[in-house]
Nanobody, 125 residues
Framework: QVQVVESGGGLVQTGGSLRLSCTVS????????MGWFRQAPGKEREGVSC????????YYADSVKGRFTISRDNAKSTLYLQMNSLKPEDTAMYYC??????????????????WGQGTQVTVSS
């Protein structure tokens, strides 16, 4: 059984930083791409970032480019999202997605097979 567990969310002021982590078990972590998604109240889920299994190729939503950095440690089966220069519009529940690929349709989330429960990020103005 695949387990995906996010951590690192919290309350931060505008301009602050947070680092999200996601640990995965029950899956050959380094065989798959990984992704971060977010969903704010009343809005659709948004693909934030995707990283290939080697970590050498990454994709970002335009809204976070230059501020967020995705990375992975395959030895620890852990995915990270470093979030800098946070804005109130970054407030959302952030989800880690495992077992997928960063194909053209990754932003829709359908290429991923396993999801975590989410970690809340709140950015105050």
């Amino acid at each position: 059984q695949v387990q995906v567990v996010e951590s690192g969310g919290g309350l931060v002021q505008t301009g602050g930083s947070l680092r999200l982590s996601c640990t995965v078990s029950g899956l050959n972590f380094d065989d798959y791409a990984m992704g971060w998604f977010r969903q704010a109240p009343g809005k659709e889920r948004e693909g934030v970032s995707c990283i290939h299994w080697r970590g050498s190729i990454t994709y970002y939503a335009d809204s976070v480019k230059g501020r967020f950095t995705i990375s992975r440690d395959n030895a620890k089966s852990t995915l990270y999202l470093q979030m800098n220069s946070l804005k109130p519009e970054d407030t959302a529940m952030y989800y880690c997605a495992a077992g997928g690929d960063c194909s053209a349709s990754w932003r829709g989330g359908r290429t991923f097979s396993s999801w975590g429960q989410g970690t809340q990020v709140t950015v105050s103005s």
